[in-house]
């Protein structure tokens, strides 16, 4: 098996890097740029707005044959991803990761950060996928909801399980077989994103918080409650606090956990529904607490010791962005030796060393804690099996049902 040798750096310039992320551009994780997603399409006017902001119905399975691959005569890849998502050196102008795999296999990655919203993004490539042409990327990474539309739509190519020897092997039981791709035909996950509570010491003055039904209804918590604008997480934690399962839910109970949230909102609780911008009011303490993701939290807790979470014995919200390769796609070979490489211990390692989200790669915590022994020791970062066995998932959604359970939850923020 080929060995992964990078052009490592030492912990004391690891360590450099991550805290100029912090204190810079990257303080404000890739998931404050996914708010519009699916909700602000959806919200303006229903399935009308799918149309008008890029979005096809689904059905419409044109461009649905895939590319001949030119892998062998065309050493090279195109790789879009979102901003702030991959490993710098200490310039903050090299990727070694990825440096390291050209050096071991030849093949010259063309790295783009040209994806800021789901929405957005599909917009731009989808007359290209409708009429069966090349992107010119062979490997896109998308949030679940939009990673499942893609699938029903035959725009994305399946992976040859045979150049993913190390994706199947070290793939996490938590993502391993979604509704929307079981058994991950058609993609593997890139990062996972964790939806959980987290708090500040100092602003909860002494109230315990166990629940998002402390957050909704504790009085000395009125006003100082935030909740996400990203519905699948909000409505998701809101459902498991119900003993109602995100996964299998039904529109009765949808509509009770809408119910649920209009109570609190219209008492007072809620100060408000924010995007990533939570951070700064939970580190002020504006927020007391408030429904966050996991990579903010990571960052957030090493430079503030009053902030900490809570994962509530309901559960917790994990979803993922993906790895996937369009149908046009000229090097699908050397993309999946690409999306096999980051299933390997040391280069996820490196990785999550410096983006802090929920690595879905098993067996990283002895190269993890090489490089960042408290990352390695992070459950936010790596979760153990008892918080995995935690995990939900919200359920696949019709496009019927988008549509109203999306408008639904942006009356309730007054989106």
């Known amino acids: 098996m080929e060995q992964y040798e990078p052009d490592r750096l030492s912990p004391a310039q690891v360590a450099a890097v991550r805290r100029s ?70 310039s903050g102008r090299r990727h070694p990761t990825l440096d390291a795999f050209t050096e071991r296999t030849g093949i010259e990655v063309t790295y783009t950060e040209d994806i800021n919203d789901n929405t957005e993004f599909f917009g731009k490539i989808k007359p290209q996928l409708a009429a069966g042409q090349d992107t010119g990327r062979d490997i896109i990474v998308l949030t679940d909801w939009l990673a499942a539309r893609l ?15 190390h994706a199947y092997a070290n793939l996490s039981p938590q993502f391993r077989s979604p509704d929307w791709d079981p058994g991950r035909a058609y993609s593997y996950p890139w990062q996972g994103i964790a939806a959980v509570i987290a708090y500040n010491k100092k602003a909860l003055d002494g109230v315990e918080v166990k629940t998002l039904s402390d957050l909704l209804d504790h009085p000395k918590l009125k006003g ?17 606090d ?15 956990g809408i119910a649920r949230l ?8 809620v100060r408000r529904f924010t995007g990533n911008d939570y951070t700064s009011d939970l580190s002020k303490g504006d927020f007391a607490a408030c429904v966050a993701w996991a990579g903010d939290v990571v960052q957030l807790k090493a430079d503030n010791p009053d902030i900490d979470f809570l994962i509530p014995d309901s559960g917790y919200m994990t979803s993922s962005d993906n790895l996937m390769i369009p149908n046009r796609a000229r090097h699908k070979t050397n993309a999946e030796r690409l999306i096999d490489y980051y299933f390997e211990p040391r280069p996820a390692a490196e990785l999550a060393a410096y983006i802090n989200f929920v690595c879905p790669v098993e067996g990283v915590k002895d190269e993890l804690a090489k490089i960042d022994e408290d990352a390695a020791n992070n459950p936010l970062i790596l979760p153990d099996q008892a918080m995995q066995a935690k995990s939900r998932a919200f359920r696949s959604l019709s496009t019927e049902e988008e549509t109203a359970f999306e408008t639904k939850f942006a009356k309730l923020t007054g989106a």
């Open 21 to 90: 992320f912090r204190n810079g551009r990257a303080a404000l994780s890739r998931r404050s740029l996914l708010r519009a997603g699916a909700g602000a399409a959806l919200a303006a006017g229903g399935t009308g707005a799918l149309s008008a902001c890029g979005i096809p119905p689904a059905g419409n399975t044109r461009g649905g044959v895939p590319a001949e691959d030119h892998s062998k005569e065309e050493k090279r890849v195109a790789f879009s991803n979102w901003t702030e998502y991959m490993d710098v050196d200490d």
């Open 151 to 165: 699938i029903r739509l035959g725009w994305v190519q399946k992976l040859d399980p045979s150049h993913l020897p």
């Open 224 to 240: 100082r409650v935030g909740l996400l604008t990203e519905m699948r997480d909000t409505m998701g934690l809101t459902l498991l």
């Open 242 to 256: 119900m003993d109602k399962d995100p996964g299998k839910f039904t529109a009765d109970d949808y509509d009770a």
């Open 262 to 269: 209009r109570k609190a909102v219209d008492k007072g609780q």
